[in-house]
Every structure is written in C-alpha cells, then in structure tokens.
C-alpha cells in the first residue's frame, strides 16, 4: 500500500507549522465546494495534471500531502503513481481522504461546505428526445461489417417507486442510415438493401418499437455501469419477442434522464433470414452473420 499519513499526524504538523503543500486531486468543482484549509487543486483525472503539479509544486523534493474523498477511491493513489513517475520524491497520501478529516472534526473551507448531492431519479414520466438521444446498430459478415444509425421516432418510459416502471421507444427504420461506407453509391446500395423486404422490409414496416415491461435496480452497482435489469419486446418487422438487458440509467441536474444499453440481436428471431448460414447453403460472399449490435444513447426529458 501507498505511504500514509493519518489525519490525526497530518493536523500536527500543520499546526506546528511545517512546510506542507496540500493537494486536492478531485475536480475543480468538488475542490471549490470543500477543501482541506489552504489545499490547492490539481485534479489526478485531466491529461493535465503532470503539468499542473509542475506549476502548483515546481520543487521536486517538496513535501506533498495529495488527498481525495476517502479510502474507498483509488485517486488519491493514482495521483502518487504519477507524481513519483514525474519525479517527485517527498508524497504521501492522506489516510481517508477528507471524509476521514471531517469525521475527526478537523475543518474544511468554506465552513460548513459540502459536495452537491446527486440529483434523484423522480417518479414521473419522462419523453424521450430524438434530437439528442442515438441509436447505432452494427452488422458483420466474414469479410468485414458495416455500422450506422436509426433515428428516434419518440417514445416514453416511466419511473414508479425507483424503478422503471414502463414505456417505449420507437425507432424510425424507414430512416436507417449508413455511416461506414464513404462512397455514396454504394452506401446507397446498402442502405436500399437493408430498408428492402430482404432485411428490414420499411415499406410494410416503417417503424419497430421496444416496449418496455419494467426494469429492477442493480443493488450496489458503481457508477457507469449497468444499473437497471430491463424486460421489454421488440416488434420488428412484424413480429414481437421479449428481450432481457442491462442498461446504464443516470439521472441529470435539469431534471433529465440518460440511460445507454447494449444488445445483441439474433435477426432470425425477428424473420429476417437473408445470408443466414443457419437457413441456407453455399452463400458464398451473401453470408451475412445473425447477430445485429444495437446500442442506445437515450435522453429523457420531463413530461
């Protein structure tokens, strides 16, 4: 483990008077809401931070006490990892971070200060945003794949109780677009091929929907990871099957919703079957390869 120092040892020699430069390596923001008293900031997760620490503490032999928010962050050690590989001689951590500081009724700046709570996920009903939500599929064969988007249509989902309690989504497959391909005659091809009755059929089908049944939290999971457990059925070309996936669900500042998920598709479930080596023989260079990737970048906004 990292050198340590206790917060019990670190308020001693401060109030002795012994030469110590305090870094905070949180964000700037979470830095000016509370801090260690006189601590300067220099936050461990910019591209920066070398640079920073070279203009904050230019003395290579100074002493240097780097602090985060407590033990349960890794921080506060990567911040030591990179200023020993820069050349600094003299750091130590400080055991807690400053969660441990306050317990030990020692003072931050401002007085009374404190990190900004992270907004609630509300119970009420929420309208999906095509304008800045994103849906991309992926579709591979041996030869290579091809990627590109299908526009939001609308939708809803609804929060009851802390956990999803329904809604939809609705995707624009008349709309499906290419973005791999940079010769726009053949993007066109691929686009004509996929929105025919060989894939996706959008003259008979122009939309396909994920209705969502509800969604359990995912006890303890961190943030950027998948927090929610989501049943739901796709329609898609006519034809309806229930999916089960994982989806990352994070409320914002404006009263907004994010969520991202990832899905793998087996496009024969839904009846599409062109180039599908489980229903055919001798394709040749038409194999196509059942499963699609679909991810979703949704944004939700109050109803």
Known sequence: MAERISC??????????????????????????????????????????????????????????????????????????????????????????????????????PAGGSYPAEPPLQDRTYRLDPAHSTVTW????????????IPLAGGDLTIAGGRLGGGEIVLAMASLANRDLQDEKWRTMLEAHLKSDDFFDVARHPTATVRLLGGELIPGAPPGTANFTVQAELTLKGVTRTLSFAAAVAPQEDGSVKAQASLELDRTDWGIVYGSGKLFERLGMHLVHDLISVELFLTAVPA
Do not use: Q
């Open 8 to 109: 019990a040892e670190l308020k001693k020699r401060l109030d002795a008077g012994e030469r110590l430069t305090l870094v905070d390596v949180l964000p700037p923001e979470c830095h000016g809401c509370k801090h260690l008293p006189g601590a300067l900031n220099a936050c461990v997760y910019e591209m920066v931070f070398r640079e920073r620490m070279a203009e904050l503490a230019p003395d290579r032999d100074g002493s240097l006490v780097v602090y985060a928010t407590s033990d349960r962050s890794r921080a506060a050690d990567c911040a030591l990892e990179k200023l020993a590989a820069a050349g600094y001689r003299n750091v130590v951590a400080l055991a807690g971070g400053i969660e441990a500081w306050e317990a030990a009724g020692f003072p931050v700046e």
């Open 138 to 149: 992926a579709g591979r064969n041996l030869n290579g794949r091809h990627d590109g988007t």
